[in-house]
C-alpha cells in the first residue's frame, strides 16, 4: 500500500474493540455477548494486536466457514510520525468468537480501502464522520457517526503506555448493525465527510472454502 508516494509496510495491525463512547451501552453489549456465550473482555476498551499481513485492499476474501461477516470501521494509519485515515472492515468469524474473540478476528482478513485522508483534515469535524454499511445487493447493515465511538486521539493515548512501532495500523471499533449481526456473501462499505464532500468506499465479495468432502 502507498502513502503520499512512499511505500507504507506496517509492523502491526491492532483491533481495537468495544470503543463505544457511551461506557453504560458498552456494558450492557458485553453482558448481551456473554449471554450468547461469547466471554467478557479482559479491558474495555480492548486491543487486539496482529501481524501486518492479515490485511488485504482486495475485492474478496476467502474464509474458512459460514459464519464470517464484515463490520466497518474507520481505521487510524501511522507511518512515521504522520497519522492518516481510511476505512476498513474486521472480517470476523462469528462461530469462533463464541470461543475466543482473538481467534475469530486472527482467522479472517481485514480489508482496508486504498484512499487515505490526513488525521488532521478532520480532527477538527471527527464526531460528524458518517459510517455505513451495505450486505447482500444494497440491503442497510450499518449507520453511524464517529461521534459513537472513542477518538482517535484518545485511543492512541490508552495505547501509548504499551508501546506502539513507527508504523501501524488501528481499527477504531465499529458501530451497530441493523437488524443483528449475519453473514452474506457480499459486504460493503462507505466514510463519509459531510464538512468537505468526501467520501471512501470499499467493497468484497466473500468466499467460502469450508472442508472438502471425504477430508479429515
Sequence with gaps: MA????????AMVIVAGFTGRDRDAVMSHIAELEAEGIGRPEAVPSFYRFPPWVLTTGNRVRVGGGETSGEAEIALLVHRGRRYVTLASDHTDRALE??????????????????????????DHWDRLQLRSRIHDGVPYQDGTAAELLGPLELLERLAPTGLPDSFVMLCGTVPTIGGIRPSERFAATLSDPVTGRRIELAYGVEVLGRESGSR
Excluded at 502513502?3 to 506496517?10: A, N, Q, W
Excluded at 475466543?100 to 480532527?123: F, G, N, Q, T
Design 3 to 10: 502513502i503520499d508516494g512512499g511505500s507504507f509496510d506496517p
Design 98 to 123: 463464541k470461543l475466543d474473540i482473538w481467534a475469530s478476528k486472527h482467522v479472517c482478513p481485514k480489508v482496508l480501502a486504498a484512499e487515505v485522508w490526513s488525521l488532521e483534515s478532520v480532527l
